[in-house]
């Protein structure tokens, strides 16, 4: 269990809680002795590169969380280096919540799902916005995707912790249905052209 995500996580309330469930000595240990996690590792980085979609928490002024889910094609999370991700941010439905709260509070939450291989991951940092064309601009840009880039949003990354798939619904894609169905398509469609041809060699005898 990663020790910064205990860091962060297990605050004196959630403690409290443990103690008074009986697991807060279980997870002492774990965190004493667990890796750090605070760095990307390659396997979560190709792990965020084949995503199409995450989940992007804030905190508003008031206290509340503000969850907003952020979709594209793989890849548009992009690994800066191994403490910053980062991702192109087009025009929306112009509330602007997610960029009001970055304002007031840079803490900021990364939800990663993968609902194919049952695998999630959760990323705790800080999070901040560059309005406008920048020195991001080029490297956040999506490739074959026209939209303006309003602004770039960095994730500096502070704790990362992975989930048991214990769960977990499997889920596809359009896509990744697409291409499961395509050898079938091909099929059907090689059976109709041999059924067409035997209609037509009975019709001509």
């Not at 977990?168 to 896509?175: D, G, L, V």
Request: charged letters at 25%; aromatic letters at 12%; glycine letters at 8%.
């Amino acid at each position: 269990m990663s020790r910064k995500f205990g860091e962060i996580a297990f605050t004196p309330e959630v403690k409290a809680a443990q103690a008074e469930r009986g697991s807060r000595q279980t997870y002492e240990k774990y965190i004493a002795n667990g890796p750090a996690n605070d760095a990307i590792a390659p396997k979560v980085a190709d792990f965020i590169a084949q995503l199409d979609g995450f989940y992007f928490g804030t905190v508003s002024s008031n206290g509340y969380p503000y969850i907003q889910f952020r979709g594209g094609s793989p890849g548009f999370l992009k690994v800066l280096d191994e403490k910053t991700l980062g991702f192109a941010d087009f025009s929306g439905n112009v509330q602007y919540i997610t960029i009001g709260n970055l304002s007031g509070n840079d803490k900021a939450f990364l939800f990663l799902m993968d609902y194919r291989h049952r695998k999630r991951i959760k990323i705790w940092g800080r999070a901040e916005f560059i309005e406008g064309e920048s020195e991001w601009t080029e490297r956040l840009r999506v490739p074959g995707y026209p939209a303006v880039i309003e602004r770039s949003i960095l994730f500096h990354v502070e704790a990362i912790s992975e989930n048991c798939p214990q769960h977990i619904p499997i889920r596809y894609s359009e896509t990744e249905v697409e291409a499961m169905i395509a050898p079938l398509r091909d099929r059907i469609a090689e059976l109709e052209q041999e059924l067409e041809r035997k209609l037509e060699h009975e019709l001509e005898h």
